[in-house]
Nanobody, 123 residues
Framework: QVQLMESGGGLVQAGGSLRLSCAASGSIFSINAMGWYRQAPGKQRELVATITSGGRTNYRDSVKGRFTISRDNTKNTVYLQMNSLKPEDTAVYYC?????????????????WGQGTQVTVSS
């Protein structure tokens, strides 16, 4: 059973920083793209940042220059360093990963989601 476990959310004042972590565990053969999404109350889930297995990154415009996504492939972990936080960054942040597993001679590819971690930025 493959799981994604997030940590690092919390309450911070505007202008502050937080670092989110997401570790994948289980019978993992490989992990392709990993990313972070967020969902604010009453809004749709939106992409925040993604990173490929080779380290190529992509960010939504509103977080460019403030957030940094990185990953440690040896630990199957993705990080999101969030600086200069704004009240509009308040949301539940979800980790996402495209994970390949191997069983009975067959490779399986599945998209996995973490349970979410709350980030609240006060003004």
């Amino acid at each position: 059973q493959v799981q994604l476990m997030e940590s690092g959310g919390g309450l911070v004042q505007a202008g502050g920083s937080l670092r989110l972590s997401c570790a994948a565990s289980g019978s993992i053969f490989s992990i392709n793209a990993m990313g972070w999404y967020r969902q604010a109350p009453g809004k749709q889930r939106e992409l925040v940042a993604t990173i490929t297995s080779g380290g190529r990154t992509n960010y939504r415009d509103s977080v460019k220059g403030r957030f940094t996504i990185s990953r440690d492939n040896t630990k199957n972990t993705v990080y999101l360093q969030m600086n200069s936080l704004k009240p509009e960054d308040t949301a539940v942040y979800y980790c996402n990963a495209n994970i390949r597993t191997y069983s009975g001679g067959v490779y399986y590819g599945n998209e996995r989601w973490g349970q979410g971690t709350q980030v609240t930025v006060s003004s």
